[in-house]
Each structure stands twice: as C-alpha cells, then as structure tokens.
C-alpha cells in the first residue's frame, strides 16, 4: 500500500504516518518509482502505536515494546508490566478505603473514569 491508502485506512495524516516511519516504528519499501510501500500488517502496528500513546508512551518506548515484541524480547517489558500492575492494585485498594464513606455518585464517577482507562489498557492488550 502506498502511504495515501494507509492514510486513508488508518485514519492517521500522511504526515504522522512519515513521522512514525522516520522513527522507525513502521517498516516500509520503496517501488521502482521510489513510491513508499507499507505491508498489510502496518495497520496493526498503527493501532497499536495509538493505544500506546494514549498511554502517554514516548516515541522511544513504543519503539522499544514494538522491537521487543519483533524480536521476541518481552519478558523485561512483562516483568515491568507486571510490577505497574502491582502499583496500581496498591493504588486502587488506597482509592477503594478512601472512597468507603464518599457518596454514591461520586464512586460512580471515579469507578466510571477507571473502567474507561481499563478499556483502553484490555485494547492494548489484545492488540499485542
């Protein structure tokens, strides 16, 4: 696909698509024509790349877990994962003892705001 259909199909301008390439997050080609050339599979990783920076992951670290994933190195990246996972029960177990005697309305709102976030993280996920 030339970069105007993945522009086209991923939602993404043609201009962030050259910056994520030009980061080395995309793979690409070149035709005879000297057109650019991106697989299938570059919309996979382009919705991955969105995920990741809703999770507010720099440029670098969505390189690293990208390259990681390619080259099968993820168990440090599942040993980090696993350790925030922790953190973050600390956390909610912190919010949950704080919010016991909150109001009602309140609680939905915060539990609102975490199942969205949630969402986001299970998209990730599946996505890997």
């Given at each position: ?70 080259d099968?190195?993820?168990?440090p ?26 109001p ?25």
């Open positions: 696909m030339r970069i105007g259909q993945v522009a086209k199909l991923s939602g993404l301008s043609t201009r962030t698509i050259d910056y994520y390439t030009s980061n080395k997050l995309l793979p690409v080609t070149r035709s005879d024509s000297n057109y650019r050339l991106y697989s299938e599979d570059v919309l996979h990783t382009l919705e991955r790349i969105k995920l990741l920076k809703k999770q507010r992951m720099s440029i670098e670290e969505i390189r690293k877990v990208i390259q990681s994933r390619e099968r190195e993820i168990e990246i599942m040993n980090e994962v696993q350790n925030e996972i922790a953190c973050l029960h600390k956390k909610l177990t912190s919010l949950e003892e704080r919010l016991k005697d909150a009602q309305e309140e609680k939905k709102k915060v539990y609102h705001t975490l199942e969205t976030k949630l969402l986001d993280v299970m998209k990730l996920l599946s996505l890997m």
